[in-house]
């Protein structure tokens, strides 16, 4: 990438705003031809119908994804690290992977998928722990034109099955194990599982990691690093057009059934690669780390893309932020002078949780911009991360946006904007996002809140769903004809910043009046006894709804007496929103179900307020599934 497109100061921003709104096709012409390697130039920058979600970005390019984040660098930094490799046992060396090394290991990765049988357009999913045979394999598929579709190792047989069918994959790699803290998972077995209901994988390719026992199907399964042993080292990169898939990524939705989301090639490149760099102040030498999974978008766009596409040094750690100690994040970043670090509000309000002393053990001194994603990061998580671990030197990036996005849409651009706690503050060129209000009336005015809609399609974003183009319309297009539908509530401050206030799809109807679940879990969450709070609505036969509360106290004790907390929480919404706004019922919890990346399971605790036990669908994918059981235990009748 060449400096051009590097936002220089808060007018340049503005500037360049201007110019993204005022000629979008223009904006993205320029970047992607002056910081991309193409086969061949696009003939339309940009073609759209918005009703039928038609949507393709730099028509009839020819490329490869691979050429522009290895290829390409290899004159100028074969030798530099291009991947740092974390392991889970810090006794365990680090590795360094150069982008010579990564090239080489790449190109033999695709001569043995080839050699399998994985051919262009053809399904690849991938089941693998974060290590950096992950990354390789993704490459690879994207080298040889196959759709990789990663599958978080942390899911179920049934999740991993489901996935495998609704794409078709006749291919899976996995490991035999996999670390993860004090323990080791078994994924090889879990994909045996899994086939059993796929019986359509004609192959299984196994990266050793544990070298623990695994069952070995002949004829099926192969050990990898016996065909890399093999495999030439050079693959010339297929050529690609620029709206074929990249990868298949699932994301779970309203309903049970994941959606499939569909990203291609060109587009993707051009976004991820610009926003990185602007999003992240990216410098040449910088050491860049993202905590997400590579299973996650957060992982494909901001761990391995983004960096890759830029030339960067990216971390890639195969632990978790408590083992073998809480102060893992803290120590890593030392040990390998990390500048930019970015990750999840759950994670750093679990941190906080613990000690400062941690924390200061640790020189982090070689920070310059902290990130935030996934969900909300409310105001005293904000001013721990800033305190703490920014000390008050680093700009924090609350980065807003969706798998559904590709990329970073709303980001506080580092030494540029402003920060503010709470607020993802603004659009990043080329973004236009709108507020609507419920009669599909856009709001002009600041200083107020609204359903967040973009206008204007931007090149990350994904074309399709799997399968399921009308799920697609349905679910993004046809709320606000016209427009993008992120399903995510927003207020716009009176300069223009924006905070984004939770997903709107859990609006609730108490008695005629609408309630966001998030103002009310805000005020429960300043009860000085409580941690965190979930609302659900569940049917009422006078109000229509009734609200259900779940809340997770900070420490538990058997002593507190809980009508008097009961009490005390609901004097704290009625104050802060109003009686009409207090909950029905207030349930204990030791914990609430999450997925992965933080966000909580409403689905899940819907139904269990409503008394539903019989499809919870598949838990598996929640980070604490065995909370289940005890909410429902424990539900109040
Ligand atoms: C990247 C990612 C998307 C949903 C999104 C929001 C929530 C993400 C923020 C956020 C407030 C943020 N993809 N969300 N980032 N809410 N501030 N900075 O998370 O598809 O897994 O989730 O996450 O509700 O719609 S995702």
Same mark, same amino acid.
């Given at each position: ?291 997400? %999974?590579?299973? &996650?978008? *957060?992982?494909?766009?901001? !761990? $391995?893309?983004? =960096? #890759?596409?830029?030339?960067?040094? +990216? ?82 990036? %609350?980065?807003? &946006?969706? *798998?559904?996005?590709?990329? !970073? $849409?709303?980001? =506080? #651009?580092?030494?540029?904007?402003? +920060? ?218």
């Amino acid at each position: 990438m060449s400096n051009n497109y590097q936002v220089q100061n808060l007018p340049d921003y503005f500037k360049q705003y201007k110019k993204s709104i005022k000629n979008p096709k223009k904006f993205w012409d320029k970047i992607a031809d002056e910081n991309f390697v193409w086969y061949q130039r696009w003939s339309k920058v940009l073609e759209y119908d918005m009703e039928s979600a038609n949507i393709k970005w730099f028509k009839n390019a020819k490329l490869n994804i691979t050429k522009n984040c290895l290829d390409r660098h290899l004159s100028t930094r074969g030798d530099k690290t291009a991947i740092i490799f974390e392991p889970n046992n810090p006794e365990e060396e680090a590795r360094y992977i150069s982008y010579q090394e990564l090239y080489d290991e790449v190109g033999k990765m695709a001569n043995v998928l080839q050699s399998q049988g994985v051919k262009k357009g053809d399904r690849v999913v991938i089941y693998l722990p974060m290590i950096p045979e992950l990354a390789i394999t993704m490459l690879a598929c994207a080298r040889l034109g196959a759709i990789h579709s990663v599958v978080f190792a942390g899911f179920s047989s049934s999740a991993v099955s489901s996935r495998i069918n609704d794409c078709d994959a006749k291919v899976v790699v996995t490991s035999d194990g996999s670390y993860r803290g004090a323990k080791t998972l078994d994924l090889k077995s879990i994909v045996d599982e899994a086939l059993d209901k796929s019986p359509q994988v004609e192959k299984v390719l196994v990266v050793k990691r544990t070298n623990q026992a695994v069952k070995m199907k002949e004829g099926r399964d192969f050990w990898l690093d016996e065909l890399l042993e093999k495999a030439p080292k050079d693959f010339v990169s297929v050529i690609m057009d620029a709206e074929d898939p990249l990868f298949i990524l699932y994301t779970s939705g309203s309903t049970g059934k994941p959606k499939g989301m569909v990203h291609t090639t060109a587009g993707y490149m051009v976004y991820i690669g610009y926003t990185f760099k602007n999003v992240f102040n990216y410098q040449e030498n910088d050491v860049y780390w993202c905590t997400a %999974d590579i299973g &996650w978008i *957060t992982g494909h766009s901001y !761990i $391995l893309y983004g =960096p #890759l596409l830029n030339g960067a040094t +990216t971390v890639i750690f195969e632990g978790v932020p408590t083992y073998p100690q809480p102060d893992r994040f803290w120590e890593v970043i030392e040990k390998h002078k990390v500048t930019q670090f970015y990750t999840a509000p759950t994670a750093i309000r679990s941190l906080a949780k613990e000690s400062v002393e941690w924390v200061d053990k640790h020189d982090l001194s070689s920070l310059k911009v902290i990130g935030s994603v996934g969900e909300p990061i409310n105001e005293e998580a904000w001013h721990w991360y800033n305190d703490q671990i920014g000390k008050k030197k680093c700009p924090i990036v %609350d980065t807003w &946006w969706q *798998t559904e996005t590709g990329g !970073i $849409l709303i980001s =506080p #651009l580092p030494f540029v904007t402003p +920060t503010k706690p709470t607020y993802a503050t603004l659009p990043l060129p080329g973004i236009q996002p709108v507020l609507m209000n419920e009669k599909r009336i856009e709001i002009t005015e600041n200083q107020q809140n609204g359903n967040l809609c973009i206008r204007f399609p931007w090149p990350g974003i994904a074309r399709t769903i799997w399968g399921d183009h009308q799920r697609y319309i349905d679910t993004y297009f046809k709320a606000f004809p016209g427009k993008y539908f992120t399903g995510d509530g927003a207020l716009r401050d009176e300069v223009g910043y924006y905070r984004i206030t939770g997903r709107v799809d859990d609006v609730i109807i108490v008695s005629g009046h609408n309630l966001g679940t998030a103002p009310i879990e805000d005020s429960i969450n300043e009860h000085p006894a409580v941690a965190e709070s979930a609302i659900v609505g569940y049917p009422h036969d006078v109000k229509g709804n009734a609200l259900y509360g779940y809340v997770m106290l900070k420490e538990v004790g058997e002593d507190r007496d809980k009508e008097n907390l009961r009490k005390e929480i609901n004097h704290l919404i009625s104050e802060q929103i109003g009686p009409i706004a207090k909950l029905d019922k207030i349930q204990f919890v030791s914990s609430l179900p999450k997925t992965r990346s933080g966000k909580i399971m409403r689905r899940i605790l819907r139904k269990i307020a409503e008394g539903d036990f019989s499809n919870f669908g598949d838990t598996s994918t929640l980070l604490n599934p065995e909370i289940v059981d005890e909410i429902k235990n424990q539900r109040i009748n």
